[in-house]
């Protein structure tokens, strides 16, 4: 399964961006895909993520200012980020999950200056 994302970028605080990632090759066997993120010094965390069922899960920081989805048919999940705070600066990374294995994309600079 490789997965690449896009959308990262710079923004003003109180802004939005959308992250997207699609994958490819072995997507069948893919149950749940979301995003995490990092920030230099920190441990990769979990931001919110998508079952095959449609379940989502979320990190507190993040619920009600982030909605992922995800597109079966594309085999791509997003990530819409709304009222971006500073603190959300950080790298992040697409996963996912097949139900034996881990997957991640290339990250994404997300940059949000106050």
């Known amino acids: 399964v490789q997965l690449q994302a896009c959308g990262g970028g710079s923004v003003q605080a109180g802004g939005s961006l959308r992250l997207s990632c699609t994958a490819s090759?072995?997507?069948?066997?893919?149950?749940?895909m979301g995003w995490y993120r990092q920030t230099a010094g920190s441990e990769r965390e979990l931001v919110a993520s998508?079952?095959?069922?449609?379940?989502?899960n979320y990190a507190d920081s993040v619920k009600g200012r982030f909605t992922i989805s995800r597109d079966f048919g594309e085999s791509t999940v997003f990530l819409q980020m709304d009222a971006l705070k500073p603190e959300d600066t950080a790298v992040y990374y697409c996963?996912?999950?097949?139900?034996?294995?881990?997957?991640w994309g290339q990250g994404t600079l997300v940059t949000v200056s106050s």
């Open positions: 996963n996912a999950y097949d139900g034996r294995r881990e997957y």
């Open positions: 090759g072995g997507i069948l066997s893919i149950n749940s």
């Open positions: 998508i079952a095959g069922t449609g379940r989502t």
